[in-house]
């Protein structure tokens, strides 16, 4: 089993250009969550879906930040326009029903 | 509401000693709490957790033990090497929703900053 993968695992932006990250999940599992890593803020999650569907985005930032599950093998998570602040690492994890959250290994985000 | 508080910050201990970390709640119905390890650079993944039907889990040199009447649960690791150096994270969740498709959100603590010198 490849894990969950994320692309890309680095990316270098300037501010006000548009961000998308991708995640593919663990073949199987039905429930996919988004992360933002900082040193300040800790681990937070943005948004989770279940079966493809959207149940909680509070964590979400502003409207610069969008989420999609168009299938349940692949989800993204945009920044439109990035701002130097939405530096982090991004986490995507996926799990099945009731079960563990896996982590794939990120994509560091900078923003000049 | 869904606050995690982890303590402490940083723990700093001997080859071979014994490390605790807590993690306090205060959302009643928290019935899962993972726990999680990051070394400098990596993915978090779980090391072990455990769900409001048991008071203490073991898995060889890791133990969690669950206090729901006091909203609190801990991380144990005994025999500690300098491997166990990493970034631990105490977790919470609970059912989606009543019929529980999935465990759901996780509120994460802080993390522990945990250093094992040889």
């Known amino acids: 089993d490849a894990g969950v993968i994320q692309s890309p695992r680095h990316e270098v932006t300037e501010m006000g250009q548009e961000v998308t990250l991708r995640c593919k999940p663990i073949s199987g599992h039905n429930s996919l969550f988004w992360y933002r890593q900082t040193m300040m803020r800790g681990l937070e999650l ?11 985005d509070s964590g979400m930032p502003e409207d610069r930040f969008s989420a ?12 439109q326009p990035s701002e130097p602040r939405d530096s982090a690492v991004y986490f995507c994890a996926s799990s099945v029903l009731e079960g563990t959250q896996y982590f794939g290994p990120g994509t560091r985000l900078l923003v000049l | ?53 048991v008071g203490e889990k073991k898995d ?44 759901g959100k996780l509120t994460f603590g802080q993390g522990t900053i945990l250093t094992v010198h040889p």
């Open chain 1, 46 to 56: 943005l948004i989770y879906f279940n079966n493809n569907v959207p149940i909680d």
């Open chain 1, 68 to 79: 999609k599950m168009p299938n349940a093998s692949f989800s993204t998570l945009k920044i």
């Open chain 2, 1 to 53: 509401g869904e606050n995690v508080e982890q303590h402490p910050s940083t723990l700093s201990v001997q080859e071979g000693d014994s490390a605790v970390i807590k993690c306090t709640y205060s959302d009643s119905a928290s019935n899962y709490f993972p726990w999680y390890k990051q070394e400098l650079g990596k993915r978090p993944q779980l090391i072990i957790d455990i769900r409001s039907n």
């Open chain 2, 60 to 103: 060889q040199r890791i133990a969690v033990t669950l206090n729901k009447t006091a909203k609190h649960f801990s991380l144990h690791i005994t025999e500690t090497q300098p491997e166990d150096s990493a970034v631990y994270f105490c977790a919470r969740g609970r059912k989606a929703n009543a019929g529980g498709t999935s465990y």
